[in-house]
DNA sequence: CGGATCCTTGAACCTAATCAAGAAATGTGG
DNA sequence: CCACATTTCTTGATTAGGTTCAAGGATCCG
């Protein structure tokens, strides 16, 4: 039975068109907004496809966009004065990219695929944070699974070896991909988004003791690399047993 | 001069003693709740002194109760299944100790020191969150707190010397110690709440690492070792280039 | 095809782990 | 309060996992 509800006014502006297309519509942020908040969204959001290297927030720096991340891969970093540098997290579609309430982040944000992205300015979220219980919510929620990632990754730094690192993060990148190949002939397959490099300031290893650890898995045949960013996981319980968890 | 407004009938009820001797009242989570809230909350909370070593968060177990840090210290580990540990955060008054939204916590929370605590059930926790998006908001950002500490330690397992490591570690400490005696004679003095094997935990390090670069940073009088647990630092600007950033 | 970037492999080195012992601090019971 | 047991911490010797330095091979792209 429907109830009859008065219609609040700025209510009935419709889902806008870009929104209607977006992915990332209901599994992201975006899905706490009612059609009004997602109309003034849109009017100053702008959908972007960025090439890798592309900076979205600078540390140290003051913020004035946020992101979702559409599609693609972005990585968070820090680094010391003398360059020594750690990624500290990767972002999928749907995530949100922003530190809400401090003037600027103390983090690096760069695209390591081409990324598409829908951006918009930092305060318009601010605000909209304010009058919206359920966009915090799911900010709060994501919040709190980027904690568990980022605690998971604290063990891996601190007590795993090199070959359970390399492990870890291929089991991570496997799970995180979605044209990952199902159990056909060879078991699963997918895409490394990051470079050797990369995959070194991820695990807090060089690039040297990567690509050693990759060879070694290989010859233990837990993967097969097609090529270099292309890898093949026979038997995913074999790549879980090398993790240490 | 004072405004007039109509008295909410369940704000009757007065800020319960309990709330109104706690110390953590305003900075905590505790901050963002009514009177009849705080009141609902004290009726199922019990204050508790808890001893070193009391687990009040463990993992993969299904969790019954929340709690906030009123003075004490309490560490946050994860373990891998040969016994390998890592602690991935330590909190302190007023923090909440918890993980909403989750029926089981990922990790084990545990009191280093003797701990005061303001304990009560979980899922009235979770209702209250429900009711009181003031009081979300107050999670969410501490939950952003979190995180910004567990990603700065990131970059300290992946890319820290021991001797950077610890530097960075006694200087946390120092900012965190309520009672560091401020510029007397000698620096700041402080007392350490982890024992040698808990800071090795914490850094991804040895017990013998830990001690000897502490005999190092002693050799090079960036610190004083006053007892086996007390510090003095005599000029906090030595003990801060000693962290790498 | 040529140049640049990315990746692999080898050899030497070094930092921190491991193994081992003893010293200092803490706690306990007489 | 002291003697003893236990835990915690320090120090030394050795080992090992990962880094550094160096060179050569793939791969990519214009």
Redesign the interface.
């Given at each position: 039975m429907m109830k009859l509800v008065p219609i609040a006014p700025l209510d009935t502006d419709p889902v806008p068109d870009l929104c209607r297309a977006c992915k990332a519509r209901n599994r992201g942020i975006c899905g706490a907004l009612n059609a009004s908040q997602l109309s003034e969204l849109t009017r100053r959001a702008h959908r972007q496809v960025v090439e890798p290297g592309k900076t979205l927030l600078d540390a140290e720096q003051p913020t004035s966009n946020y992101s979702n991340v559409l599609a693609g891969v972005v990585k968070?970093s820090?680094m010391?004065?003398?360059g020594?540098?750690?990624i500290?997290?990767l972002q999928f579609a749907p995530d949100f990219v922003g530190?809400?309430?401090?003037p600027e982040s103390?983090?690096k944000a760069e695209a390591v695929t081409s990324t598409v992205l829908c951006t918009f300015p930092r305060q318009l979220l601010e605000r909209m944070i304010s009058e919206s219980?359920e966009l915090?919510?799911k900010?709060?929620?994501q919040?709190?699974d980027?904690?568990?990632d980022?605690?998971?990754?604290?063990?891996t730094?601190?007590?795993?070896t090199a070959r359970e690192r390399v492990a870890t993060f291929l089991l991570m990148i496997a799970r995180h991909s979605p044209h990952a190949d199902g159990n056909d002939e060879g078991g699963t397959g997918f895409e490394l988004p990051l470079t050797r490099a990369e995959i070194a300031?991820f695990?807090?290893l060089t690039i040297e003791t990567v690509s050693r650890q990759l060879t070694k898995l290989k010859g233990s045949d837990v993967i097969r690399v097609e090529q270099n960013r292309r890898i093949r996981v026979p038997d995913m319980e074999l790549l879980e047993a090398e993790t240490?968890?």
């Open positions: 968070l820090k010391l004065p003398d020594r540098q750690q500290v997290g530190r809400p309430f401090s103390s983090l219980p915090e919510h900010l709060y929620l919040a709190l980027e904690l568990d980022a605690r998971d990754l604290l063990l730094l601190g007590r795993k300031d695990l807090g240490g968890d």
